[in-house]
Each structure stands twice: as C-alpha cells, then as structure tokens.
C-alpha cells in the first residue's frame, strides 16, 4: 500500500540527528512540509532542515523542543501553524 504525502506537513521530534533526522529527510522526499525539533543540536538542526529543502519539501522549520518545558511544545506547535497554516488539531491517519 503507498500513500501520497505531498502536500503534507509533518513534525518530526528528535530530527537533528539519527533515526529523528533520516525520518525527517525521507519526508521531505515525498514532498511535505517537515518540522524538525531539537533540544541541543541546533547547526545540525538547521543542516537538516537545508538538506530537507534540496531533497524536495515544500518547507522545513528547524525549531527548539525541550520537553521539561510546558511551554516550548505550545510555542512548537505555534511556530508550524504559522508558517505552515492549517489548525492546532492533530490526525494520525491521513486523509
């Protein structure tokens, strides 16, 4: 079964480095938009998020996420409807 995600925007925690980063680069090769976040490795962040737009997405956010925060994940999720549009409501499935 293969789903089309263009189109998509997508965040993915963890995204500046390992499997965070791969999942996020095989993303933005579907053609999403793709939201990385990061607690410590910002530069590799940002790298990631400039690899993520030459392998195809329509966007890429590099943004901070630390989890001991109560409002960093609120301020994340701002951030990617700013600049991505669309609702605070979230979806598993596509559709």
Do not use: N, W
Request: aromatic content about 4%; hydrophobic content about 40%; charged content about 20%.
């Amino acid at each position: 079964m293969s789903i089309d995600l263009a189109g998509r925007s997508v965040l993915v925690t963890g995204a500046s480095i390992g499997i965070g980063r791969e999942t996020a680069l095989r993303f933005a090769a579907a053609g999403c938009r793709v939201a990385l976040t990061y607690s410590e490795h910002r530069a590799e962040a940002e790298e990631a998020a400039k690899r993520c737009l030459g392998l195809g997405a329509l966007d890429a956010l590099a943004t901070s996420l630390q989890l001991g925060d109560e409002g960093s994940g609120c301020a994340v999720l701002k951030a990617v409807v700013e600049r991505f549009g669309g609702s605070t409501s979230s979806s598993t499935t596509p559709g």
